[in-house]
């Protein structure tokens, strides 16, 4: 496993829609691993490929430090609620602010197998579901903040 090196707000990259995931081998397994790794490393609770300057639909999350979700091509398929909170953002060092997001998702995606999987998650779990996949769209929490703290 290796460190990789986070993408920070001006780096372009961070603007695309990254691209769907069709190949599901060694080197996708790799980048996860790698990815957790750095998320872990920078004491962050999510990461996405783009984050380490690879334009695929894949993220990491870990919001315990124990639990860790690998979502490769996810997609939110239902929403209900709303909860406002602080965020920050490893490509958007010393800036936080509060943001809206549902306070329960359903998110269908792909496991580093290509096995097809299906999770609902609420509260906190849902805001970095929700910030993360915002990445893969080229979208950034800064974006949707509603007050700066």
Same mark, same amino acid.
């Given at each position: 496993?290796?460190?990789? $090196?986070?993408?920070?707000? +001006?780096?372009?990259? @961070?603007?695309?829609?990254?691209?769907?995931?069709?190949? =599901?081998?060694?080197?996708?397994?790799?980048? @996860?691993?790698?990815?957790?790794?750095?998320?872990?490393?920078?004491? +962050?609770? *999510? @990461?996405?490929?783009? $984050?380490? &300057?690879?334009?695929?639909? %894949?993220?990491? %999350?870990?919001?315990? *430090?124990?639990?860790? !979700?690998?979502?490769?091509? #996810?997609? %939110?398929?239902? &929403?209900? *609620?709303? /909860?406002? *909170?602080?965020?920050?953002?490893?490509?958007?060092?010393?800036?936080?602010?509060?943001?809206?997001? #549902?306070?329960? %998702?359903?998110?269908? !995606? /792909?496991?580093?197998? +290509?096995?097809?999987?299906?999770?609902?998650?609420?509260? =906190?779990?849902?805001?970095?579901?929700?910030?993360?996949?915002?990445?893969?769209? +080229?979208?950034?929490?800064?974006?949707?903040?509603?007050?700066? $703290?």
């Amino acid at each position: 496993m290796a460190i990789r $090196q986070i993408a920070k707000l +001006g780096d372009s990259i @961070l603007r695309e829609k990254a691209k769907v995931v069709t190949i =599901f081998d060694d080197n996708l397994g790799t980048l @996860l691993d790698d990815m957790t790794e750095t998320m872990f490393f920078e004491e +962050g609770v *999510g @990461l996405a490929a783009p $984050q380490v &300057s690879i334009l695929k639909r %894949i993220c990491v %999350i870990s919001v315990d *430090g124990k639990t860790i !979700y690998e979502l490769v091509n #996810p997609e %939110i398929i239902k &929403s209900s *609620g709303t /909860q406002k *909170g602080a965020e920050g953002c490893l490509s958007i060092p010393n800036r936080n602010g509060v943001v809206e997001r #549902p306070k329960e %998702i359903t998110v269908k !995606y /792909q496991d580093r197998s +290509g096995k097809n999987k299906e999770i609902t998650v609420s509260d =906190f779990t849902a805001v970095a579901f929700c910030h993360e996949i915002d990445h893969l769209n +080229g979208v950034l929490f800064i974006d949707k903040i509603t007050s700066e $703290q």
